[in-house]
C-alpha cells in the first residue's frame, strides 16, 4: 500500500489538484488499490492536503460554472445537487477552510458566595496589616517611665 503511493504519489497529487476524485485517479493509473487505504497513507502527506483542497476548489467552481450555464430547468436542478453535494464533501475533507464554525463564548460567572469569600480575604489582609505590633526601639539611656 505505502509503495503504491510512493511510487505514483506525484500523479496522485496532480490529478487530485485539478478535481478528480481520488476513485477515478485510481482507475485512470490502472492500480488495484481501494481509494480509502491510499488516502489513509497520503493523509499526512502536505501536499495531498494541499491538493485535495485546489481540487476541492476547482470542484466547488465547476459545479457554480454549471449552474450559472444552465439553460433548462432540470439542468440547474441536477447541478444545484451536484453543488451541495461537493460543498458537502468540502465541508468534512477541509473543514478549517469550509466546515461549519462553532461560536466559542466563554462565560465567567462570579457567584454571590464567591464575590463574599474574596472580600473576606480582602479585609482579613487589611486586618493583619493594622493588627500588626508595630516594635518600638528605646534606648538604654532613655527614662520613660
Known sequence: ???????????????????????????????????QALSKVLTSDQDYAAAVHIGTVARLDDAERDIKDSAEQVDVSRASAYH??????????????????????????????????LQAADLLGQLRQIAVPA????DEGDSQA
Do not use: C, F
Not at 516594635?135 to 528605646?138: Q, T
Open 135 to 138: 516594635v518600638i526601639e528605646h
Open 84 to 117: 451541495r453535494a461537493i460543498s458537502w464533501r468540502a465541508e468534512r475533507e477541509v473543514p478549517d477552510r469550509y466546515g461549519i464554525k462553532q461560536a466559542t463564548i466563554t462565560v465567567n460567572v462570579l457567584t454571590a458566595e464567591g464575590a463574599l469569600q
Open 1 to 35: 500500500m505505502t509503495a503504491v503511493a510512493i511510487l505514483h504519489r506525484d500523479q496522485i497529487i496532480e490529478q487530485v489538484a485539478k478535481g478528480h476524485r481520488l476513485t477515478d485517479v485510481i482507475r485512470n493509473l490502472g492500480l488495484t488499490v481501494s481509494p
